[in-house]
């Protein structure tokens, strides 16, 4: 008769897929007690516009990095809106194991509520937008890099 083993839970196993497990586990618990250890992330504000646009001139992180604003274009669906004052924007795609795809949009933009260039109603936003397509509730979806 052989002894059948539980491990982890009740999940089931060999001994050397507990260790995994509780390898990960550890890991993860190591990373979340960490993560308060870690610095906040700082940007200096710079002086505001004194040209009447009203957005920092620039942001500049604790390593001496500077993203200085760069007016975007007028937006062809409202073109009496002012433009968006940006100051990093970054893209990026990837295609998914089902035929899908998943897309990665980044930014630190200024703009004005309302869409109207009113004074004091200036908004700076660090926006992070995921949009995946192809995607069944409650399925995973293999892999696009190959694991070896």
């Known amino acids: ?36 250890l870690a610095p906040p992330a700082k940007a200096q504000l710079s002086g505001l516009d004194t040209e009447g646009a009203g957005f920092p001139g620039w942001y500049q992180d604790s390593n001496g990095l500077k993203l200085k604003g760069v007016e975007g274009e007028v937006d062809p669906a409202d073109p009496t809106a002012p433009p968006e004052t940006i100051y990093w924007s970054a893209a990026a795609s990837m295609p998914l194991g089902n035929g899908g795809s998943a897309d990665l949009n980044m930014d630190l933009i200024g703009y004005y509520a309302n869409d ?8 700076i936003a660090a926006t992070i937008k995921v949009n995946a397509r192809g995607l069944t509730p409650g399925q995973s979806t293999p892999s696009p890099i190959p694991t070896a």
Do not use: D, N, S, W
């Open 1 to 36: 008769m052989t002894k059948q083993h539980t491990y982890l839970g009740g999940q089931g196993g060999t001994p050397k897929a507990f260790m995994l497990r509780a390898l990960l586990a550890c890991l993860a618990a190591l990373l979340v007690l960490t993560l308060p």
């Open 116 to 123: 109207v260039a009113t004074p004091g109603e200036e908004i």
